[in-house]
C-alpha cells in the first residue's frame, strides 16, 4: 500500500498498483517545469515536497528545466537567455528547499536526431483532435494554435521526453493528465514501458475571474498577481 506521506497532496495515480510494483525496483522518475519566473507555492511546495516524498521512496527523480518548452509557450516572450536564468534560479530554490533531484535541459534532448524522430512517431499516432486536447498541459487553449501553429508540437515533445528518458514515473499537476494520458497509449502503440503518472493538486491563483476554467484558475509563475507571496 503507497504510504500515507506520498499519498500527500495527491489527487490521483495512474495506477496505484503500478506505483507500487515499480517503486520495488528504484524507477525512474521526472517533473518537467517550464523556467518562467518566481517559483510559487505551487511549484516550491506541492511539487517541490513531492520530489523528495518519491525520492525518499526510492525513485531517481530528474528535474526537467523545460527551456525549448518555456520558448514555444513564450514565456519571457520568448526571450531564450532569460529562460535559462530562471531555470538556474530554480535550481537555487529547490537546493535552498534541502530538495536535491538530479537536473536536465530540454536542450539536451532535442540535439539529438533520435529525439526528433520520437516526436514524429508519436505525432503519426495521435489525432489533430487529440492532440489540440493536450494543450492545457501548457496553460493554452485548443484555438491559440490557429494563430501559432508552434504550440501543435508542445505535446509531442513532452511524451517523446519521457520516451527518450525512460521514464517510468512522471509527476505534474492535474493539468499534466492529457500529456501523461498521451505517453501511457503512445507507450502501448511504439512499444515503450508504460508510466505511471502522479497528479498533484493545483493551487488556485488570487485573482478571482475565471476560477471555474482550470486554466485560467491555476496559479501562474510568469504573472506575478497570480503568485502567493511569503
Known sequence: MLSETLMRNVVEVITPQELESKLEGNPKGYVGIEPSGRVHLGTGLIIGNKVRDLMDAGTDMTVYLADWHAYINDKFSGDVEKIRLAGEYL??????????PNYLWADELVSKKEYWEKVIQ??????????KRAMTIMGRKEDEAELDSSKIIYPFMQVADIFDMGIEVALG??????????ARDGAEKLGYEKLVAVHTVIL???????????IEAKMSKSKEGRNFRG
Not at 535550481?91 to 536535491?100: P, S
Not at 508519436?122 to 492532440?131: E, G, M
Not at 499537476?173 to 498521451?182: C, I, S, V
Not at 488556485?204 to 482550470?214: C, F, N, T
Open 91 to 100: 535550481k537555487g530554490v529547490f537546493t535552498a528547499l534541502d530538495i536535491r
Open 122 to 131: 508519436i505525432a503519426k499516432r495521435t489525432s489533430l483532435k487529440r492532440v
Open 173 to 182: 499537476g492535474m493539468d499534466q493528465r492529457h500529456a501523461h494520458m498521451l
Open 204 to 214: 488556485a491563483g488570487l485573482k478571482g475571474a475565471g476560477r471555474m476554467d482550470p
